[in-house]
């Protein structure tokens, strides 16, 4: 005689199962912090933005920063043709 498993205790396991790999998927979708380093030839490597690291000499990370106020404004003037990527 076969013993048939206890099909509710299974079903709340699966959906335990099924929550915790919810909250992992939750967790890895999340925007990562951004982090900063040097590189080996001297620039500034800024790393959580995407798939690859941005990076610039120190020059170029000044004319950039430099110029916030005037990205910032093209931003708002064309942000109905703006994608965004969280």
Do not use: W
């Not at 299974?10 to 979708?29: I, P, R, W």
């Amino acid at each position: 005689m076969a013993i048939l498993p206890n099909l509710q205790q299974e079903n709340e396991m699966l959906k335990l199962k099924l929550e915790q790999m919810n909250a992992l998927l939750l967790a890895a979708s999340k925007p990562k912090a951004l982090t900063l380093k040097v590189s080996e030839k001297g620039a500034i490597s800024v790393y959580g933005l995407g798939r690859f690291p941005i990076t610039l000499y120190s020059g170029q990370m000044q004319r950039l920063l430099d110029h916030t106020v005037t990205i910032r404004a093209f931003m708002d003037a064309n942000k109905a043709l703006l994608a965004t990527k969280d």
